[in-house]
């Protein structure tokens, strides 16, 4: 297995959210990535690659150009306002609002946003665009005939929408990755999300299309961020209705209720016949997490990986989610050696 990786990452640091009415430094923090090349490297899981170039054409195959715009100058526009404190967004717009690009910092920060969890220092958008090479450098090797690989993405993606940041997530590398395999030959793929979290951007994305299958088993939006999609009629549009599945699950559930839903996932995703797999790897549904409530264990992540790996699926997995930093490694691990076995 190909673990693809970029020191990038690391300028997306020093950053805060906005979380119970307080700015509080970010859960999302670069200590997560060491924490998984630590574990990976100790168990020998893979071969370290750093990714290749591809640009930001892949990127705005799932991404407004404006939007694309926008990250690539937010800093500088923070700059240009007088500002040099981590940048974050105070003003959203509401439904029967003007849809409109304002020319101003905060509009344009509230345009592009859903939430303030998503804060931009000096070197975020070059750890996003390097997250987004991870991602394709990934696909690239699937395409070539690899069985799987890991896209160490930091910061993760899978709530980024078309032109919209929100919940630590800028470019959504899974996103970019299953279309990025849709335009090197596969037919068909299918996303299989089990970040604690639903993917609302994944989903998003593709929920009019047929030729990408969304699966997502998350924490019920009635309780659970992000609140306002991942109910289980959310099934698709148009030419992508019955494309997406959603398996909301209650607080506090376990290893014996999650892997339901992953069964039904995974017929799903077997009677979709997916020419390539992508997985949206959180491990934020463990029990430790400190910002999420289902209860999954250490050892339940072998089970996921191996479950995963019976789909005999071409298959990318991509980093998201997970803030219980002593455990990421572990958790992340044993997915991927549950997968080998
Ligand atoms: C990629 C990803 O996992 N993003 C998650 C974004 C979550 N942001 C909202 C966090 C709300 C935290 N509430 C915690 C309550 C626990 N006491
Ligand atoms: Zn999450």
Redesign the pocket.
């Known amino acids: 297995m190909k673990i693809i990786h970029s020191p990038r990452h690391l300028g997306h640091a020093g950053h805060v959210?906005l979380?119970?009415g307080q700015i509080v430094p970010a859960?999302?923090k670069p200590e997560r990535v060491a924490m998984i090349m630590k574990a990976l490297g100790e168990r020998r899981l893979g071969l370290f690659v750093e990714p290749t170039a591809h640009g930001l054409d892949p990127v705005r195959r799932v991404h407004d150009a404006a939007y694309v715009r926008f990250l690539a100058t937010a800093w500088e526009l923070w700059t240009a306002s007088g500002r040099d404190n981590p940048a974050l967004p105070s003003f959203w717009r509401a439904p029967g609002m003007r849809d409109i690009e304002p020319d101003y910092v905060d509009g344009k920060f509230g345009f592009f946003s859903f939430?303030g969890?998503c804060c931009i220092v000096p070197g975020t958008w070059d750890a996003v665009q390097a997250g987004a090479d991870l991602a394709l450098t990934g696909a690239d090797l699937i395409s070539a005939g690899e069985r799987m690989a890991f896209a160490l993405c930091r910061p993760?993606g899978?709530?980024a929408q078309q032109a919209t940041m929100g919940?630590?997530?800028f470019v959504n590398n899974a996103a970019v990755a299953a279309q990025g395999l849709r335009d090197r030959g596969a037919a068909r793929v299918a996303v299989l999300d089990v970040?604690?979290?639903h993917g609302n951007g994944t989903q998003s994305i593709f929920y009019d299309r047929a030729d990408v299958l969304v699966c997502n088993i998350h924490s019920d939006p009635r309780q659970a961020?992000?609140y306002f999609l991942g109910y289980v009629d959310e099934i698709g549009a148009g030419a992508g209705e019955g494309f997406n599945a959603n398996y909301p699950l209650p607080k506090g559930t376990d290893y014996a209720a999650w892997s339901v839903a992953l069964e039904a996932a995974c017929a799903r995703i077997e009677a979709h016949a997916p020419d390539a797999l992508v997985v949206s790897l959180?491990v934020?549904t463990f029990k430790g997490d400190?910002?999420?409530?289902f209860q999954l264990d250490s050892p339940d992540y072998l089970r996921i990986g191996a479950r995963i790996a019976r789909l005999g699926k071409p298959t990318l997995f991509v980093m998201?989610?997970?803030?219980a930093v002593d455990a990421i490694g572990t958790n992340v691990a044993n997915t991927l050696e549950g997968f080998l076995q």
Request: proline letters at 11%.
């Open positions: 959210e979380t119970h859960f999302e939430d969890g993760p899978h709530h919940g630590y997530c970040d604690y979290h961020y992000p959180g934020d400190p910002i999420s409530a998201e989610g997970g803030y």
